[in-house]
């Protein structure tokens, strides 16, 4: 999510797209979902695993949309990814309890679900925000 992230703020810094709010917030949600990434990381090395770092696909480069605009075609898929991510955080806390290890659940459920929830209803409000604006003026 964050090299999505990543590739949406530069797509909204480019001088032909020139919206900085939104190159600034997906820049920010980068950075957010990096720091999401090492904390497991480190999480794992903790408790005795191993990190398996594997290549990432090339992310989308472009966000224009013909019906809905960039904007909200940005944030509906940003939305989705996020709705997406909790609800693995979610299989990952249902996994912890399966195998009555109370340390990961307590992880999963204050480190990162909680943060996640807010991620999903700030998506959702932009999206909201984005429908009503209508195209070209969000």
Not at 30 to 52: K, P, T
Not at 93 to 99: G, I, K, L, V
Not at 105 to 122: T, W
Request: no cysteine; net charge negative; hydrophobic share 40%.
């Amino acid at each position: 999510m964050s090299y999505l992230y990543l590739s949406a703020a530069a797509y909204f810094g480019r001088d032909n797209v020139g919206l900085p709010g939104f190159s600034a917030m997906f820049k920010h949600q980068s950075d957010e979902e990096r720091e999401h990434a090492l904390r497991l990381m480190e999480y794992q090395v903790r408790r005795g695993g191993r990190v398996v770092l594997g290549s990432l696909l090339p992310p989308n480069t472009e966000f224009d949309h013909e019906e809905k605009g960039d904007a909200q075609h940005a944030a509906e898929i940003a939305l989705s990814l996020e709705k997406l991510n909790f609800g693995r955080l979610r299989e990952l806390r249902s996994m912890a309890d399966e195998a009555d290890d109370a340390d990961m659940a307590h992880f999963v459920e204050d480190y990162l679900l909680d943060e996640q929830s807010k991620d999903v209803k700030q998506a959702a409000v932009l999206v909201s925000q984005l429908q009503r604006a209508g195209k070209g003026l969000g």
